[in-house]
């Protein structure tokens, strides 16, 4: 999906495709290397494409890239669920949930405005 960003001047700008537009301009820099990352030798051909590039540096370290995953770790119960789909129960919740405590200080204005801090007597 492409999203359209407006300038300060209120021109509507696409940023997806101004950088198709120009992914084989050369990068500026010393790095002789083109918008899309691929290595440029002398007349601006293309030598090595940017995959060909880091394929061997992820090759050779391999702890430079970690997949983690964001959920909490599976049981082995929703391991067997994952596997057969038609197994699911829905699951009764059996814990209640925790009541909230009754206040035990209350705050009490004063004629000066300012607020006091008082114990609640029982």
Same mark, same amino acid.
């Given at each position: 999906?492409?999203?359209?960003?407006?300038?300060?001047?209120?021109?509507e700008i696409?940023? &997806?495709?101004?950088?198709?537009? +120009?992914? $084989? @301009? =050369?990068?500026?820099?010393?790095?002789?290397?083109?918008?899309?990352? %691929? #290595?440029?030798?002398?007349?601006?051909?293309?030598?090595?494409?940017?995959?060909?590039?880091? &394929?061997?540096?992820?090759?050779? +370290?391999? $702890? @430079? =890239?970690?997949?983690?995953?964001?959920?909490?770790?599976?049981?082995? %119960? #929703?391991?067997?669920?994952?596997?057969?789909?038609?197994?699911?129960?829905?699951?009764?919740?059996?814990e209640k949930?925790?009541?909230?405590?009754?206040?035990?200080?209350?705050?009490?204005?004063?004629?000066?405005?300012?607020?006091?801090?008082?114990?609640?007597?029982e």
């Amino acid at each position: 999906m492409r999203k359209i960003h407006r300038s300060n001047r209120g021109v509507e700008i696409d940023m &997806e495709a101004l950088r198709l537009q +120009n992914e $084989k @301009a =050369v990068a500026v820099g010393n790095m002789r290397v083109n918008a899309r990352g %691929d #290595e440029l030798g002398p007349g601006g051909e293309v030598v090595k494409t940017a995959k060909e590039r880091v &394929e061997p540096y992820y090759r050779d +370290n391999p $702890k @430079a =890239v970690k997949r983690v995953s964001l959920k909490s770790p599976l049981s082995d %119960d #929703e391991k067997e669920l994952l596997d057969e789909p038609e197994k699911v129960v829905k699951k009764e919740r059996t814990e209640k949930p925790a009541k909230a405590k009754a206040p035990t200080q209350k705050e009490v204005e004063l004629p000066d405005k300012s607020i006091k801090i008082t114990d609640i007597k029982e």
